[in-house]
């Protein structure tokens, strides 16, 4: 490497890199820049989408509430054009509502859509969670179990050995259904559905 020991010679050297680099550098840092640029603008777009989703999302999560047929069908639409975790949730509260007025078959597609609708692992465990709850209120138990094989985060490792317990208790096997039960309670869950696990196994030893 050059050593420069006055300043005019660092100064020539600086002349003559930028008259041999100087156009490379310009399209450099007009590309820096409006690289720069579009990334805050993209940045600000995402935020106003986000705020402008979650203000519809509220708008429309009162409608449904109403249980009103305008405000039903306002919020499948949202589910439908709202591909992200608004759409989701909204998803969920038409399987909700659903499952409230007997219509097993929508709250089942609603279900689906919601899966289809998110990568979030714990989205997609309660999900799939209330997937296996609805097909087993179907009496489709071999279909709830292969859905909860799904369910594989810690976190809701409890709640799907109960569902797991309530699948096979149906089957008719007592059995494997205290195996699940237990498992849940060893998972250490909120009180809640400790004590709901402890009822069930309670009422398989009577």
């Not at 550098?25 to 705020?51: C, D, E, F, K, P």
């Amino acid at each position: 490497m050059e050593v420069y020991t006055t300043e005019n010679e660092q100064v020539d050297a600086l002349r003559r890199f930028l008259a041999e680099n100087g156009k490379a550098l310009v399209v450099g840092v007009v590309l820096g820049i409006g690289a720069l640029v579009g990334w805050r603008y993209w940045q600000s777009h995402q935020t106003n989408s986000m705020m402008t989703s979650s203000s519809a999302f509220e708008q429309t999560s009162s409608s449904l509430a109403s249980g009103k047929p305008e405000g039903v069908s306002a919020a499948e639409r949202f589910a439908v054009e709202n591909k992200n975790n608004y759409g989701v949730l909204t998803a969920l509260e038409l399987a909700h509502y659903y499952v409230e007025q007997n219509d097993l078959a929508k709250a089942g597609a609603q279900l689906q859509q919601a899966q289809a609708q998110t990568k979030d692992a714990n989205l997609l465990a309660l999900i799939n969670l209330r997937l296996a709850r609805l097909q087993l209120q179907e009496k489709n138990a071999d279909a709830a179990l292969k859905t909860l094989e799904t369910v594989t985060l810690p976190g809701w490792s409890a709640m799907a050995s109960e569902v797991r317990g309530d699948a096979l208790l149906s089957k008719g096997d007592n059995k494997a259904a205290r195996e699940a039960y237990t498992a849940g309670l060893d998972a250490n869950p909120p009180q809640a559905l400790q004590a709901m696990l402890r009822l069930k196994l309670n009422n398989l030893s009577s």
